[in-house]
């Protein structure tokens, strides 16, 4: 028999998922607006990607005296809300449970958890509530390319992360390619800690409109930053290269360097364009972001494809979700960055708190501009739709069970494998530690056959994991 | 793979791209017929791919199966032994552990039993049990070995026999559900107990007029049938299967507890499960599985896992603390006796059925599409299909609600 521990269980009117910008601003409003919540949070401390920041030790009132919270952008919405978020759960609204993942959300709702990898010190809680607010993020959305396999390969947003927590580089020479204003932040926070960004490679071609339209969206704050980093760029001598990809990641045994080349406004290899950087420690790639979908689509709520081709709930003004009580906010309702995450989470909090109040709600105007203003942001970074022919044969595209491209179009167009289900059947691809998390997109892209986009039932197939996180058997030997 | 539409007669046509119609169409071909597959989806769309792909003899007692499941294995072994690879066939073996002194006495007499068959069976007692899996729970008392057990990666069987087919004359249609029956005789066109000879199938791509139509549709057997007024009673029984992070080898066969074998046979609608622990190529190891009838429900239940999670425990208590990152569920199409239904519809003439493997429909696969091609070709099958015969659910099935569809064809 088992030894685990036994987990406790927490009734409250309004269960929370993430404590990122998302999921601290819902708790909040619905703590301010009355009700007793809970706050699951795989994170150690508050602030989830965006926020995330070194251990904190002093008291979270004076973070701001800490060298972390510099370079954050919003931190002071970031103390804002912390400040009435530890205010809460002083008054006993609010019962934050960190280091703790959801593994497992019933309908009805009841969350199962488990300790976060990082804190297996931490005692599983199981929390039941009548209303549900997910805000799990998401992360960076990888393509394969050949050598992405190496070691010293990155997520970029994993440099960020990496940095972010730990406080040192994880190298000295970093390339950073993909697409998206993502890129910027990444690479400006390793000039920052002192490493040297060879170049920015960004496949698309935004041009100088960007910041106008963030002006014209109505969203200035924008701009500003796109301001603040081109002056970051040229303090650091960083090379941002537009229509410009890495075609190939080089080393033995590591990454050592990388090809790269220019390609047109589909993402085609444009001849004689080829050079190499050698020397290189770190490679990393962001390709936008993949929202976190399981908890959502194991709660079948509806979904649609955004238009950086993501898959996310659909949610009416009140963040709502077509499955009655559970509200989304974040990157789970479309890719939008920190502050629409903010605007979400407040109103999903407001709402979950009152779901009876009848009274019609208008989107706050801010809401409406920053997600058009991602729209056009998404438009303007699309994900190259050859990329396909980047690939080799031999290049893995699932590193977990080390499933090739051949592999994949081979069961494409001889065994009738089409979907991302359907690949996962016939070649491995996703069944893996991750669970097709990093190779989920590229597989279904792969799957739905040159120049088609994978439809929003492919997606859903490669987001649905009957468990949001890996459990110790033995913790589910304590399940009845 | 020819994914082509429109109608086109054949001398057989298959409902249902899993692994029995796969075997179906692939053995028919085989015989030279010309075949039509229709699945509503893709190949192994449907329990085929929420299974665990073991080939087992060790859970079989006395009786039908157990004669089938040998010839299925021969088959196996010799007709498909050319594509093993594309399956990933692995003659592993399976072992029986039993942890108290009942289930040891309950083992030796199956044992027994099965030895007198001419199975592959040898008795393994506390410390060759523990040679052949050193991490088994020191509360194991014995055991027994079968070499014979195998594995495959199932739903590569169902699509490479599928694309095999294909290669041999057979056309595979994707997407095309059965709708109704084309029907000969009085009125030439009703879908029920008096339409005459079934004749072809009708589908929202059209008509496919075949000289024979076979029920491969698993869980959905019932549900067709029914189309053509006929009554086959196949069931969904629930089961799940949890799946490990990936590990060094540590479960070198598929382990079994000796509970196993009472689970396999029983009605029981309650929840029950014995462990099926095996390690698999790529480090996971899976643990099936559960059994319940519950109809098609779909929520997760965390009830099934715990007892799975704590049966797994119980043999290998090394899995404790190690993470499961996924889980599955299928249905297993089950009749009320146990038995699949293969063979002729005497009731509906021109309709065949092959259903109702329960959960040994991929180790059953082979050998029921071989020895159904012999039927449908005329030729005297080398097994004697007689317990499976659909017309044993009798005339009661004249009574069930069928839909009942114009065909003007
Ligand atoms: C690595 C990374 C770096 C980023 N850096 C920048 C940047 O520099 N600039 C910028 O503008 N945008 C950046 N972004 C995007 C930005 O973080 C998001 O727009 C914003 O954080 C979205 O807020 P959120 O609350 O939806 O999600 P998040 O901030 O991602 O918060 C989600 C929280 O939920 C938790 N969680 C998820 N699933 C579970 C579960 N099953 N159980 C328990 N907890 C769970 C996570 O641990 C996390 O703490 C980054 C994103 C990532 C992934
Ligand atoms: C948890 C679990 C573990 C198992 N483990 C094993 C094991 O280890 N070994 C073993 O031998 N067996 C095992 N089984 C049993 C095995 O999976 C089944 O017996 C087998 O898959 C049944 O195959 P099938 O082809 O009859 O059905 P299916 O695979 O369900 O195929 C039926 C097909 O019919 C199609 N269809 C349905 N309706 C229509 C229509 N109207 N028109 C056209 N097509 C239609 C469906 O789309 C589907 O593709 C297990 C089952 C479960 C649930």
């Given at each position: 028999?088992?030894?685990?521990?036994?987990?406790?269980t927490?009734?409250?009117?309004?269960?929370?998922?993430?404590?990122?910008?998302?999921?601290?601003?819902?708790?909040?409003?619905?703590?301010?607006?009355?009700?007793?919540?809970?706050?699951?949070?795989?994170?150690?401390?508050?602030?989830?990607?965006?926020?995330?920041?070194?251990?904190?030790?002093?008291?979270?009132?004076?973070?701001?005296?800490?060298?972390?919270?510099?370079?954050?952008?919003g931190?002071?919405?970031?103390?804002?809300?912390?400040?009435?978020?530890?205010?809460?759960?002083?008054?006993g609204?609010?019962?934050?449970?960190p280091?703790?993942?959801?593994w497992?959300?019933?309908?009805?709702?009841?969350?199962?958890?488990?300790?976060?990898?990082?804190?297996?010190?931490?005692?599983?809680?199981?929390?039941?509530?009548s209303?549900?607010?997910?805000?799990?993020?998401?992360?960076?959305?990888?393509?394969?390319?050949?050598?992405?396999?190496?070691?010293?390969?990155?997520?970029?947003?994993?440099?960020?992360?990496?940095?972010?927590?730990?406080?040192?580089?994880?190298?000295?020479?970093?390339?950073?390619?993909?697409?998206?204003?993502?890129?910027?932040?990444?690479?400006?926070?390793?000039?920052?800690?002192?490493?040297?960004?060879?170049?920015?490679?960004?496949?698309?071609?935004?041009?100088?409109?960007?910041?106008?339209?963030?002006?014209?969206?109505?969203?200035?704050?924008?701009?500003l930053?796109?301001?603040?980093?081109?002056?970051?760029f040229?303090?650091?001598?960083?090379?941002?290269?537009?229509?410009?990809?890495?075609?190939?990641?080089?080393?033995?045994?590591?990454?050592?360097?990388?090809?790269?080349?220019?390609?047109?406004?589909?993402?085609?290899?444009?001849?004689?364009?080829g050079?190499?950087?050698?020397?290189?420690d770190?490679?990393g790639?962001?390709?936008?972001?993949?929202p976190?979908?399981?908890?959502?689509?194991?709660?079948?709520?509806?979904?649609?494809?955004?238009?950086?081709?993501?898959?996310?709930?659909?949610?009416?003004?009140?963040?709502?979700?077509?499955?009655?009580?559970?509200?989304?906010?974040?990157?789970?309702?479309?890719?939008?960055?920190?502050?629409?995450?903010v605007?979400?989470?407040?109103?999903?909090?407001?709402?979950?708190?009152?779901?009876?109040?009848?009274?019609?709600?208008?989107q706050?105007?801010?809401?409406?501009?920053?997600?058009?203003?991602?729209?056009?942001?998404?438009?303007?970074?699309?994900?190259?739709?050859?990329?396909?022919?980047?690939?080799?044969?031999?290049?893995?595209?699932?590193?977990?069970?080390?499933?090739?491209?051949?592999?994949?179009?081979?069961?494409?167009?001889?065994?009738?494998?089409?979907?991302?289900?359907?690949?996962?059947?016939?070649?491995?691809?996703?069944?893996?530690?991750?669970?097709?998390?990093?190779?989920?997109?590229?597989?279904?892209?792969?799957?739905?056959?040159?120049?088609?986009?994978?439809?929003?039932?492919?997606?859903?197939?490669?987001?649905?994991?009957?468990?949001?996180?890996?459990?110790?058997?033995?913790?589910?030997?304590?399940?009845? | 793979?020819?994914?082509?539409?429109?109608?086109?007669?054949?001398?057989?046509?298959?409902?249902?791209?899993?692994?029995?119609?796969?075997?179906?169409?692939?053995?028919?071909?085989?015989?030279?017929?010309?075949?039509?597959v229709?699945?509503?989806?893709?190949?192994?769309?449907?329990?085929?791919?929420?299974?665990?792909?073991?080939?087992?003899?060790?859970?079989?007692?006395?009786?039908?199966?157990l004669?089938?499941?040998?010839?299925?294995?021969?088959?196996?072994?010799n007709?498909?032994?050319?594509?093993?690879?594309l399956?990933?066939?692995?003659?592993?073996?399976?072992?029986?552990?039993?942890?108290r002194?009942?289930?040891?006495?309950?083992?030796?007499?199956?044992?027994?039993?099965?030895?007198?068959?001419?199975?592959?069976?040898?008795?393994?007692?506390?410390?060759?049990?523990?040679?052949?899996?050193?991490?088994?729970?020191?509360?194991?008392l014995?055991?027994?070995?079968?070499?014979?057990?195998?594995?495959?990666?199932?739903?590569?069987?169902?699509?490479?026999?599928?694309?095999?087919?294909?290669?041999?004359?057979?056309?595979?249609i994707?997407?095309?559900?059965?709708?109704?029956?084309?029907?000969?005789?009085?009125?030439?066109?009703?879908s029920?107990?008096?339409?005459?000879?079934?004749?072809?199938?009708?589908?929202?791509?059209?008509?496919f007029p075949?000289?024979?139509?076979?029920?491969?549709?698993?869980?959905?057997?019932?549900?067709?049938?029914?189309?053509?007024?006929?009554?086959?009673?196949?069931?969904?029984?629930?089961?799940?299967?949890?799946?490990?992070?990936?590990?060094?080898?540590?479960?070198?066969?598929?382990?079994?507890?000796?509970?196993?074998?009472?689970?396999?046979?029983?009605?029981?609608?309650?929840?029950?499960?014995?462990?099926?622990?095996?390690?698999?190529?790529?480090g996971?190891?899976?643990?099936?599985?559960?059994?319940?009838r519950?109809?098609?429900?779909?929520?997760?239940?965390?009830?099934a896992?715990?007892?799975?999670?704590?049966?797994?425990?119980?043999?290998?208590?090394?899995?404790?603390?190690?993470?499961?990152?996924?889980?599955?569920?299928?249905?297993?199409?089950?009749?009320?006796?146990?038995?699949?239904?293969?063979?002729h519809?005497?009731?509906?003439?021109?309709?065949?059925?092959?259903?109702?493997?329960?959960?040994?429909?991929?180790?059953?696969s082979?050998?029921?599409?071989?020895?159904?091609a012999?039927?449908?070709?005329?030729?005297?099958?080398?097994?004697?299909?007689t317990?499976?015969?659909?017309?044993?659910?009798?005339?009661?099935?004249?009574?069930?609600?069928?839909?009942?569809?114009?065909?003007?064809?």
């Open positions: 028999m088992s030894d685990a521990v036994s987990s406790s927490i009734s409250v009117d309004v269960a929370v998922v993430g404590a990122g910008p998302a999921g601290l601003a819902a708790a909040v409003a619905a703590a301010e607006a009355g009700a007793r919540v809970a706050v699951v949070d795989a994170g150690a401390q508050p602030g989830g990607q965006f926020w995330r920041h070194a251990r904190e030790t002093v008291q979270p009132e004076a973070a701001d005296d800490q060298p972390d919270g510099h370079g954050h952008h931190w002071s919405t970031y103390l804002d809300l912390r400040a009435r978020f530890d205010a809460a759960q002083r008054a609204r609010i019962t934050y449970l280091g703790l993942q959801v497992m959300a019933e309908p009805g709702f009841t969350l199962h958890t488990t300790p976060a990898v990082a804190s297996s010190g931490t005692v599983p809680a199981t929390v039941t509530a209303r549900l607010v997910l805000c799990p993020g998401g992360y960076d959305r990888q393509l394969p390319v050949p050598g992405w396999e190496l070691p010293g390969v990155m997520a970029a947003g994993g440099i960020q992360a990496f940095i972010k927590a730990n406080g040192v580089l994880p190298g000295k020479r970093f390339v950073i390619a993909g697409t998206g204003p993502f890129l910027l932040p990444v690479a400006a926070g390793i000039a920052e800690a002192g490493g040297k960004v060879l170049a920015v490679l960004e496949s698309s071609a935004p041009s100088a409109w960007l910041p106008h339209l963030a002006a014209a969206s109505g969203v200035p704050g924008k701009a930053e796109g301001a603040e980093y081109a002056a970051l040229a303090r650091h001598r960083i090379p941002y290269r537009t229509r410009s990809i890495v075609t190939e990641v080089l080393g033995s045994g590591r990454a050592e360097g990388v090809r790269t080349a220019k390609v047109d406004a589909e993402g085609r290899v444009r001849p004689g364009t050079r190499a950087y050698t020397d290189v770190v490679v790639f962001g390709w936008g972001f993949t976190q979908m399981e908890l959502p689509v194991s709660l079948g709520v509806d979904t649609r494809i955004d238009a950086d081709g993501s898959l996310v709930g659909v949610v009416d003004e009140r963040q709502q979700s077509s499955v009655p009580g559970l509200f989304l906010a974040g990157e789970v309702t479309g890719v939008g960055g920190a502050t629409l995450a605007l979400e989470g407040l109103a999903a909090g407001a709402a979950a708190a009152r779901p009876d109040s009848t009274t019609p709600v208008k706050p105007a801010a809401i409406t501009r920053h997600r058009r203003f991602a729209q056009a942001m998404h438009q303007a970074h699309p994900v190259p739709a050859a990329w396909p022919d980047w690939l080799t044969p031999d290049t893995t595209v699932c590193r977990c069970e080390e499933v090739t491209a051949g592999e994949i179009t081979e069961a494409r167009d001889n065994l009738g494998a089409r979907d991302a289900r359907s690949l996962k059947s016939f070649t491995r691809a996703g069944m893996g530690w991750c669970q097709g998390r990093v190779c989920g997109f590229a597989a279904a892209c792969l799957g739905a056959g040159p120049g088609e986009a994978p439809d929003a039932g492919s997606l859903a197939g490669s987001a649905k994991r009957p468990l949001a996180a890996p459990v110790a058997i033995g913790e589910l030997a304590a399940l009845d | 793979m020819n994914f082509g539409n429109g109608p086109r007669g054949s001398d057989v046509l298959v409902m249902g791209a899993g692994v029995i119609g796969a075997a179906t169409a692939y053995f028919a071909a085989q015989q030279g017929l010309s075949v039509t229709l699945d509503k989806g893709l190949p192994a769309g449907g329990t085929s791919s929420a299974c665990e792909g073991n080939i087992l003899v060790s859970d079989k007692e006395l009786g039908p199966e004669e089938l499941t040998r010839y299925s294995l021969g088959v196996w072994h007709d498909l032994a050319e594509h093993k690879k399956w990933e066939f692995e003659s592993k073996g399976g072992i029986i552990v039993a942890s002194e009942s289930s040891l006495a309950s083992l030796n007499r199956v044992m027994a039993v099965q030895q007198g068959f001419g199975v592959d069976v040898e008795e393994l007692d506390q410390a060759a049990l523990r040679e052949a899996e050193p991490h088994i729970s020191r509360e194991a014995g055991g027994a070995s079968y070499r014979e057990d195998c594995q495959v990666q199932p739903m590569l069987v169902a699509a490479h026999l599928v694309r095999l087919a294909t290669e041999a004359g057979a056309r595979f994707a997407d095309t559900p059965v709708t109704a029956f084309l029907r000969s005789g009085p009125g030439r066109s009703v029920g107990r008096d339409g005459g000879r079934v004749t072809g199938v009708r589908t929202p791509r059209g008509d075949a000289g024979a139509v076979v029920n491969c549709t698993g869980t959905w057997a019932g549900e067709l049938a029914a189309l053509a007024g006929v009554e086959v009673p196949v069931l969904p029984r629930r089961g799940f299967v949890m799946v490990t992070e990936p590990l060094p080898p540590m479960v070198h066969h598929k382990v079994y507890a000796a509970e196993y074998i009472d689970n396999v046979g029983s009605s029981d609608a309650g929840l029950q499960a014995s462990p099926v622990v095996e390690g698999t190529p790529s996971t190891i899976l643990i099936g599985s559960t059994r319940e519950v109809g098609f429900d779909r929520t997760v239940s965390t009830a896992l715990g007892l799975l999670a704590r049966n797994a425990t119980a043999l290998f208590p090394f899995l404790e603390r190690v993470k499961a990152i996924r889980h599955y569920h299928g249905f297993r199409p089950y009749c009320p006796d146990h038995l699949p239904v293969i063979g519809d005497d009731r509906a003439p021109g309709l065949w059925h092959a259903a109702g493997h329960e959960g040994a429909g991929i180790g059953l082979a050998g029921t599409g071989k020895l159904l012999q039927a449908l070709a005329g030729l005297t099958p080398d097994m004697d299909l317990p499976f015969a659909p017309a044993r659910f009798g005339e009661s099935g004249a009574h069930t609600s069928a839909h009942r569809e114009e065909a003007t064809a």
